[in-house]
């Protein structure tokens, strides 16, 4: 399967721990996308990178979450000190390198990982 | 702040008969809108796009259309499949090719043999 694979796929974690979720792109893909939907509502943008670099991360929280994609590995969303509101699907998406406006604007999605904070 | 709104939260629909989902937004810097597919415990997955210069476009069975002037835009499936039941999400963005989409909170559609 050469999809956007996230693991895990569910998290469980009691309020002030630490969730670490990971997504590998698919397989020719350098650009990484981390989107949250919250109950009931629709996926939102949250981080944009590239390998070792964060290129837009406006819709990051700004304390608690972290992300990076580093040289070698999966890009890995962090979140410190977890609260009840963090409970969310978190939806890694993956892209070919964008060039002008000849790119869809697809974005390839993972299934998702489901974090419940008790 | 919803700038993306997808105010029928389900559809239900027999086999063969048309599927109208809807989509009204309210940023009028969108000129470039999507929509997605989802099925359960997968990944939303692309399915049509249309730009702000056209009012209409159409894969297979699947039509978007677009009225840039109301900010409202309907994906049409027709006919209805069983295989076309899912969640399906309206997202819009400023520029094609831009990678932060606003997206709806999505309609379940679900599609009675």
């Known amino acids: 399967n050469a999809g956007v694979m996230q693991n895990p796929r569910h998290l469980v974690r009691r309020r002030g721990q630490e969730a670490r979720l990971r997504c590998s792109p698919m397989?020719?893909?350098?650009?990484v996308y981390w989107y949250r939907q919250l109950p009931e509502e629709g996926l939102k943008f949250m981080v944009y990178l590239q390998k070792e670099n964060i290129i837009d991360e406006s819709g990051m929280p700004k304390e608690r979450f972290s992300a990076e994609f580093p040289k070698e590995g999966p890009s890995i969303l962090r979140i410190q000190q977890v609260v009840r509101g963090d409970s969310a699907a978190y939806f890694c998406?993956?892209?070919?390198?964008?060039?002008?406006?000849?790119?869809?604007?697809?974005?390839?999605f993972g299934e998702g990982s489901r974090l419940t904070v008790l | 702040d919803q700038q993306v709104k997808q105010n029928s939260p389900s559809l239900s629909v027999q086999e063969g008969r048309i599927s109208i989902l809807n989509c009204d937004y309210t940023n009028s810097m969108f000129d470039y809108f999507l929509w997605y597919k989802k099925y359960p415990a997968e990944g939303p997955t692309f399915l049509i796009s249309i730009s702000s210069i056209k009012d209409k476009n159409e894969d297979g069975r699947f039509t978007v259309f677009l009225n840039k002037s109301a900010k409202h835009l309907s994906l049409h499936i027709v006919p209805s499949q069983p295989g076309d039941s899912a969640v399906y999400f309206c997202a819009a963005t400023p520029t094609p090719g831009d990678y932060k989409l606003s997206f709806g909170a999505g309609t379940t559609v679900t599609v009675r043999a």
């Open positions: 998406a993956s892209s070919p390198p964008r060039i002008g406006t000849t790119n869809t604007g697809e974005l390839f």
């Open positions: 397989k020719g893909h350098s650009h």
